[in-house]
């Protein structure tokens, strides 16, 4: 028994050493992929964040006047098309103006209408008195005075036809004063938030009461890190992905333009790297439209060349 204990410990260990090569040589086996995919060279010349937008961001609207709100039209969610009303206040007394206004136009109207009849006498009497002096059967002093009455009546009726045009742009403004208690959609958009509702008072200063995002095309704003900044150019193409993941779903896009101005970077993660980061603003736009959520974080790549069809 002792001499057979050596000989067991040598054959065990000759198996461990045995186990270990094979382990080894199929680590290696398994490494030879990865290092090759390691070695390769990347398509891609910058990766940066970005975020989805669209031109202008959001809209928020408030009411242009002062007063109590009458209608609400709409809700969040809705679809609304140009010119479509939001929001209405009461309207009484801006109708009222109109109303008033108007009246104060047809009377200069009628006024102006009516010294138009006048003068037109008075000129037709002033030529037959001229006419009488100078055929030596009138008095001169009463065609003199029947001139100065058509002339006189010709003043007054400049005076009333001023007075007109003032009726007219008093109209006017009572008219857009009316369209001015009316908040109507500037453009086709779909209502994100809504802040108002009907017997609260507005003003233009207490706040947006409606958030609208545009039907626009949407783009994305990438944060390219400033060592990055020289190596993409307007025209190149980009891929969009929904996150770091190369699985993830993603799009293509190209370079519409590059900021003129560094800044802190807004979308990285970590505080530290965000305080010392300096990036400018890359504006991309989709290939083909796509219909993804305003605020959406995303990861652009950057082809050196023409992005490769999938």
Do not use: H, M
């Given at each position: 028994m002792p001499d057979?204990?050596?000989?067991?410990?040598?054959?065990?260990?000759?198996?461990?050493?045995?186990?270990?090569?094979?382990?080894?040589?199929?680590?290696?086996?398994?490494?030879?992929?990865?290092?090759?995919?390691?070695?390769?060279?990347?398509?891609?010349?910058?990766?940066?964040?970005?975020?989805?937008?669209?031109?202008?961001?959001?809209?928020?609207l408030s009411m242009p006047r002062e007063g109590t709100l009458a209608k609400v039209a709409v809700h969040e969610g809705d679809r609304v098309r140009q010119g479509q009303l939001l929001a209405a206040l009461d309207v009484e007394p801006a109708r009222l103006a109109v109303e008033a206004a108007q009246a104060q136009q047809e009377q200069a109207q009628a006024q102006l209408k009516l010294l138009q009849i006048k003068q037109a006498a008075a000129k037709q009497r002033a030529q037959r008195l001229a006419?009488?002096?100078?055929?030596?059967?009138?008095?001169?002093?009463?065609?003199?005075?029947?001139?100065?009455?058509?002339?006189?009546?010709?003043?007054?009726?400049?005076?009333?036809?001023?007075?007109l045009d003032m009726a007219?742009?008093?109209?006017?403004?009572?008219?857009?004063?009316?369209?001015?208690?009316?908040?109507?959609?500037?453009?086709?958009?779909?209502?994100?938030?809504?802040?108002?509702?009907?017997?609260a008072s507005?003003?233009?200063?207490?706040?947006?009461?409606?958030?609208?995002?545009?039907?626009?095309?949407?783009?994305?704003?990438?944060?390219?890190?400033e060592s990055f900044a020289g190596a993409i150019q307007p025209g190149m193409h980009a891929e969009v992905v929904a996150n770091s993941n190369s699985a993830a779903q993603h799009w293509g896009a190209h370079v519409l333009r590059i900021g003129r101005v560094y800044g802190p970077s807004t979308l990285e993660n970590d505080p530290q790297v965000r305080a010392n980061a300096r990036s400018v603003e890359c504006v991309l736009a989709f290939d083909q439209p796509q219909d993804l959520r305003i605020g959406q974080r995303v990861m652009v790549r950057f082809f050196a060349a023409k992005a490769p069809k999938d």
């Open positions: 057979r204990l050596p000989t067991r410990l040598i054959r065990l260990g000759c198996i461990a050493l045995s186990a270990s090569w094979l382990l080894a040589a199929c680590s290696r086996q398994a490494e030879a992929p990865a290092g090759t995919a390691a070695g390769a060279v990347s398509p891609y010349v910058a990766v940066a964040r970005g975020r989805v937008d669209i031109e202008g961001g959001l809209l928020t006419a009488a002096v100078a055929a030596g059967a009138g008095d001169g002093q009463s065609a003199d005075d029947a001139r100065e009455a058509a002339a006189q009546l010709g003043a007054e009726q400049e005076s009333a036809r001023a007075a007219s742009q008093k109209l006017a403004d009572a008219r857009y004063e009316l369209k001015q208690r009316s908040l109507l959609a500037p453009f086709d958009a779909y209502v994100v938030r809504v802040t108002a509702q009907p017997g507005v003003s233009p200063s207490s706040g947006p009461l409606f958030t609208l995002l545009p039907q626009k095309p949407r783009i994305v704003r990438a944060e390219l890190n």
